[in-house]
């Protein structure tokens, strides 16, 4: 099957439907039937006998029920983060994510638990909660640091023009340090964490350079704490300290 193909195959949303339901389990074509509703018997085994054609879905010989067949499970897993493109396609079609690498791009569907917030306002009120709850921060950001951060530990990535703001906490700060500056010519996006596991991401908008706070990823499951520090390091790693 070559990629025309496959993109042929996933271009069908009932057999996408057929292959996210066999994920999990094996079932008849009856029972596939019954469980997506609305389309006919005789449509849904037209759409299995062209997934077993292109060996993605196989049938038991003895129990007659379909299921997804090893290439079919490598398929749909790495289908996974175009699946995740589409649901989100009115997020991604209007804000820029090439600033990632390739491979943290690809992954970006660790974010599949999170939820888009809408509105600065509401941005405002969770990161506020963030900076209170939390003892411990992770944080890029192309504005200076919100809030009180004093007795707090904090690793920060600002733009180098706010280098100022680095000599400001450096003096409200407990002994020792707690604050660990890095600067970046441009911050492109925006990634906050907490030891709490909590977080947040933004995203330019298309027309813009800088990250977007009024439509954020608000990040509250393991694997997608997990993804904002694989972001965090690869830029921390290119971030510099000024030399005096």
Same mark, same amino acid.
């Given at each position: ?112 638990? +999170? ?76 990634? +906050? ?45 290119? +971030? ?5």
């Amino acid at each position: 099957m070559g990629y025309k193909d496959l993109l042929n195959v996933f271009a069908n949303p009932i057999r996408v439907q057929i292959l996210l339901l066999l994920e999990d389990c094996e079932y008849s074509s009856s029972e596939i039937t019954a469980k997506l509703g609305n389309i006919s018997n005789s449509e849904i085994s037209r759409h299995l006998k062209r997934l077993v054609d292109v060996e993605l879905v196989e049938r038991d010989p003895i129990s007659r029920k379909y299921n997804l067949a090893h290439y079919g499970m490598l398929i749909l897993q790495n289908f996974a983060p175009m699946n995740f493109l589409f649901v989100n396609s009115n997020y991604f079609t209007s804000h820029r994510i090439s600033d990632l690498p390739f491979n943290l791009t690809r992954d970006i569907f660790q974010l599949k638990n +999170a939820e888009i917030i809408d509105g600065t306002g509401y941005f405002v009120h969770k990161m506020t909660d963030f900076l209170i709850n939390g003892k411990k921060f992770s944080i890029m950001s192309d504005s200076p640091f919100p809030g009180d951060i004093s007795k707090k530990k904090v690793d920060l990535i600002i733009p180098q023009n706010l280098q100022p703001e680095k000599e400001k906490y450096s003096k409200i700060l407990p002994q020792p340090p707690l604050l660990c500056v890095k600067f970046m010519e441009k911050i492109p996006i925006s990634v +906050a964490f907490s030891d709490l596991g909590e977080g947040f991401l933004s995203f330019p908008s298309i027309s813009d350079q800088k990250p977007d706070f009024g439509t954020t990823f608000y990040v509250t499951d393991k694997s997608g704490i997990d993804y904002l520090k694989k972001i965090w390091n690869y830029f921390w790693k290119n +971030a510099f300290i000024p030399s005096t």
